[in-house]
């Protein structure tokens, strides 16, 4: 099992840069593949981007060249660096992990996740 918790999250004005982290406890981290997905007010949770365990990258398409996913299996700690945020960009972020090679978009495969942190983007 791992627990994740996120940090990071907070009030930005739109343009503006956020990192997110998360921080992994458990099992070995370097043996999941992570992902962080949002919850934006009224709207169902939806993927953001993933990392698989060999470092492939994904991301939704609405924040390719914005964020950037990445990990330090070393410090057992996942990240998003949020460049050019947008109010629609507010949202709950949430990490997540999988116990499986590759990274993906879809929610129902990840097996563990972090309580989320809000992310706030005022115009």
């Known amino acids: 099992q791992v627990q994740l918790v996120e940090s990071g999250g907070g009030l930005v004005q739109a343009g503006g840069s956020l990192r997110l982290s998360c921080a992994a406890s458990?099992?070995?981290?370097?043996?999941?593949?992570m992902g962080w997905f949002r919850q934006a007010p009224g709207k169902e949770r939806a993927f953001v981007a993933a990392?698989?365990?060999?470092?492939?990258?994904y991301y939704e398409n609405s924040v390719k060249g914005r964020f950037t996913i990445s990990r330090d299996n070393a410090k057992n700690t996942l990240y998003l660096q949020m460049n050019s945020l947008k109010p629609e960009d507010t949202a709950v972020y949430y990490c997540s992990a999988r116990s499986a090679y590759a990274g993906t978009d879809e929610e129902g495969r990840y097996d563990y996740w972090g309580q989320g942190t809000q992310v706030t983007v005022s115009s």
């Open positions: 458990g099992r070995t981290f370097s043996s999941y593949a």
């Open positions: 990392i698989s365990r060999n470092g492939a990258l």
